[in-house]
């Protein structure tokens, strides 16, 4: 299996972090070490993390990129998280962390792409 | 005097009236209550006898004022005795009689010439010698106390003294409890004890007490059941006897008291509560809650209750998840200048609670030097100017170095001054090594995958110490709840999940569920941490988004890149409304007229990624019929399936269960859902609104 990250220094200082297929449980504490690591070394002025490639993201998912967050804060760094699928877009809204890391919402004719996701909560019944 | 007459009392009771300790049942769980007492007093005075003048046996009797005798206790006397325990007819010719209509002893030396002369109420070869003596409350006889020698005693005038004086206590006290009316006749009660005693819910069977005038002045505790426990902490057994505003004077103030006599009244069975019960008695908490449901028994009550904060169990579970956590708390109250400190505080400063808590100033001498200015500083600012507290320090405690964390929030009066300090104290020292062994562990049992299974055994222990599911819907105000957790099926993925449910002590109802990113046992401690933290917190506030806001700062400080996502709500019977905050959670569902809705999120992020940040809160109408449902995502989340498939199921299951049931609900729902994702560890907490009455 490929590996679900890859860590790039841009020149500029920023960090890119790209994510592939699912991340979850069985890999997120490993990629988490590995971000750490890089961090640590590269003393980066802006972490951009790149969701286009990511299939699912769980809660420990979800908690690796919260550790970038306060990795990037604990070096005055910019922090963004880019290009996430409607589902993990879903995801980062439903936890509040789209706001929180300025995300966009996929633009429509993306994959999974549903005209009215904004409503706060699912309809549900009938 | 007292304003009751015995002979209007109609509670035909067996056991007497506000006891002296002595008179407490010894012998829990069997036997009439009646013979508990008695028993216990005949035993002592024949004891005494004995020793005095060789007496072998006691017999304590009731004088009725229709006539008759009735043996209420004995000792040293065979079984088969015993059992014929009341209504001796007062035959002019019995011996007995004689004691009671001459209210003088009777001194019977010989049994021949005894038996020639009087019929003897209890007839028995072995006993040679026997006396009478009448107990009497004021200028009528009450009782008899009854004393038999095995030996021929010849009664001389030093023999006689010595029993009558010996006696002499044991008469009075007898004399006191049979004119008091607590004890007057029918043995009806044993059998409904013996009821009483298998049952596994708290109830008890009150008589009344009236005055002449006929009114109902008071109540007695004929039975009560084992499972009961009263405000004071008194077991079932230890209740039977006492009266009811003696103990319980609130009673006469609650709406309990009206339900009494209604029911006495009409007969028809009434339901009270859920009803705070202030207490004014000292050493009984000032506030509990409880719901009680009241029949009519023969001429007195059957009364069973529910109490619902539960606060022993709590207490427990609390206790558990501090030790887990490495977490305790503190209070002080400025005012009275009184500190109150947690198992766990004792136990991070190695104290033992007899001593009590330190002062500050030793706590403050106990920090390394270079560490304490700063926690002098957080306390003066705390204390002064009402700054919360959240400081680190290092503490030489029993030899060895502590890493210390104390959080505190300060309660301020209008003119700024501090009258108490909440807090928590975490003991952070064993974490790093606790972190290091648990990932060791995990990466052995990642390993050896044969070892999953033990992983999984260790994990549902710990997930049933930390969080006990209870098997069955239960009550708190307002609200009855149902709980239901589905493990993951992969063995080591179990643990994040929790919930809370608690009686708050304004009266409403704190309802919570939480899920914390990861699985195993570092998951399963962060929520040990979290429902702690939870539990500790709402003695400082009820309001679902401030504690939302401070569990986020405790993830946040204690918790380097830990997540959590949570919903907290509070339900108020009275406004029949709840108020609730999420934290990245997905949205309760709340089923009105049998159609289950999502309720709209209000903002808020997920718990541990900002140290700062506030939530907002949202209410929801919410009555009788209607069904609330809290979950975590395992519940409606599955790969390759989208979230509003899962709600549909769901919703579908919710109005399925309350079609099926309309009144009960609850078991049929939680019984009927299941995790979508069998990946993933499942928590479900159901709730309705309880009729109001």
Not at chain 2, 233 to 240: A, K, L, N, T, V
């Amino acid at each position: 299996m490929d590996e679900p990250v890859r860590i790039s220094e841009q020149g500029d200082g920023t960090l890119e972090v790209a994510l592939f297929g699912d991340i979850d449980f069985a890999n997120a504490s490993t990629i988490r070490e590995t971000v750490r690591a890089v961090v640590a070394e590269a003393a980066p002025t802006a972490i951009r993390v790149d969701l286009a490639a990511v299939t699912f993201l769980d809660s420990s998912g979800i908690a690796l990129l919260v550790t970038a967050h306060r990795l990037a804060a604990g070096l005055g760094a910019r922090y963004s998280v880019v290009n996430p699928t409607s589902t993990v877009y879903e995801h980062l809204r439903l936890t509040g962390l789209a706001g929180l890391f300025g995300v966009a919402r996929p633009t429509a004719g993306g994959p999974r792409d549903v005209p009215g996701a904004d409503r706060s909560s699912p309809p549900v019944g009938r | 005097m007292s304003p009751i007459e015995p002979g209007r009392i109609r509670s035909q009771a067996s056991a007497g009236q506000a006891a002296p300790a002595a008179a407490r049942p010894d012998a829990p769980g069997c036997g009439a209550p009646a013979a508990r007492w008695a028993d216990a007093e005949a035993a002592r005075l024949r004891d005494r006898l004995a020793a005095a003048t060789g007496a072998a046996s006691v017999i304590l009797m009731a004088a009725e004022r229709d006539g008759t005798l009735r043996i209420i206790g004995a000792a040293g006397v065979p079984a088969d005795l015993i059992v014929q325990r009341y209504r001796v007819p007062r035959d002019a010719d019995a011996a007995v009689a004689a004691a009671v209509t001459g209210c003088r002893p009777v001194w019977l030396p010989d049994l021949d010439s005894a038996r020639e002369r009087y019929r003897l109420a209890v007839d028995r070869d072995e006993w040679r010698s026997r006396a009478w003596l009448p107990v009497r409350s004021g200028d009528r006889v009450v009782g008899l106390i009854g004393v038999f020698w095995e030996r021929p005693c010849g009664f001389d005038a030093a023999t006689r003294r010595a029993v009558a004086r010996t006696a002499a206590t044991a008469g009075r006290r007898l004399g006191e409890r049979l004119a008091s009316g607590a004890d007057d006749g029918w043995d009806g009660w044993v059998n409904v004890q013996s009821v009483l005693d298998m049952l596994p819910v708290a109830a008890a069977v009150l008589s009344p007490l009236r005055d002449d005038a006929g009114e109902v002045v008071d109540y007695l505790i004929q039975a009560a059941s084992p499972a009961g426990v009263d405000v004071a902490g008194r077991r079932g057994p230890e209740m039977i006897g006492l009266r009811v505003l003696t103990c319980y004077p609130s009673v006469r103030d609650s709406p309990v008291w009206t339900a009494y006599q209604q029911v006495l009244a009409d007969a028809r069975p009434r339901e009270v509560g859920p009803f705070t019960y202030v207490e004014a008695v000292e050493g009984v908490p000032a506030e509990t809650s409880y719901s009680v449901r009241v029949s009519r028994l023969g001429s007195g009550l059957l009364v069973s209750w529910v109490r619902h904060d539960e606060r022993q169990r709590q207490e427990e579970r609390v206790a558990l998840a501090e030790r887990l956590g490495n977490l305790g708390w503190f209070d002080r109250d400025l005012l009275a200048d009184r500190t109150e400190w947690s198992d766990q505080v004792y136990r991070i400063y190695h104290r033992d609670p007899v001593a009590g808590p330190l002062s500050l100033e030793a706590i403050a001498e106990l920090a390394l030097p270079e560490d304490a200015p700063g926690f002098v500083a957080a306390v003066t600012a705390l204390t002064g100017r009402g700054e919360p507290m959240n400081v680190g320090f290092r503490a030489r405690v029993g030899g060895a170095v502590k890493y210390l964390r104390a959080y505190a929030e300060a309660v301020r009066d209008a003119t700024g001054r501090t009258l108490r300090v909440y807090g928590m104290v975490q003991d952070l020292t064993a974490r790093e090594v606790d972190r290091e062994r648990l990932g060791h562990a995990q990466r052995e049992l990642a390993e050896h995958r044969r070892n999953l299974e033990a992983e999984h055994r260790l994990a549902v222990e710990l997930q049933q110490i930390i969080l006990p599911v209870p098997d069955a819907p239960w009550d708190l105000p307002g609200l009855r709840v149902a709980i239901r957790y589905l493990p993951a099926e992969q063995l080591a993925r179990i643990g994040g999940d929790w919930y809370h449910a608690t009686a708050l002590p304004d009266g409403q109802t704190l309802l919570a569920i939480g899920d914390v990113a990861g699985h195993g046992l570092p998951a399963a401690a962060t929520m040990a941490r979290l429902r702690h933290a939870l539990a500790a917190l709402t003695t400082t506030t009820t309001d679902p988004a401030e504690l939302l806001r401070l569990l986020n700062r405790v993830l946040f400080d204690t918790d380097d890149g830990a997540t959590a996502t949570a919903v907290v709500a509070c339900y108020d019977p009275v406004r029949q409304l709840l108020t609730w905050a999420q934290a990245g959670h997905p949205a309760p569902l709340l089923a009105r007229g049998g159609e289950p809705v999502a309720l709209s999120r209000p903002g808020g992020l997920l718990l541990g990624a900002i140290r700062e940040t506030s939530y907002e809160t949202a209410t929801a109408p919410m009555s009788a019929g209607d069904v609330l449902l809290l979950y975590t995502d395992g519940l409606v989340e599955r790969p390759g399936r989208t979230v509003e498939e899962g709600l549909e199921r769901v919703a579908a299951t919710i109005t399925e269960a309350i079609r099926g049931a309309p009144d009960q609900p609850l078991a049929r729902l939680i019984g009927g859902l299941h995790q979508a994702n069998p990946g993933d560890d499942t928590c479900v907490l159901a709730a309705r609104p309880l009729v109001a009455r």
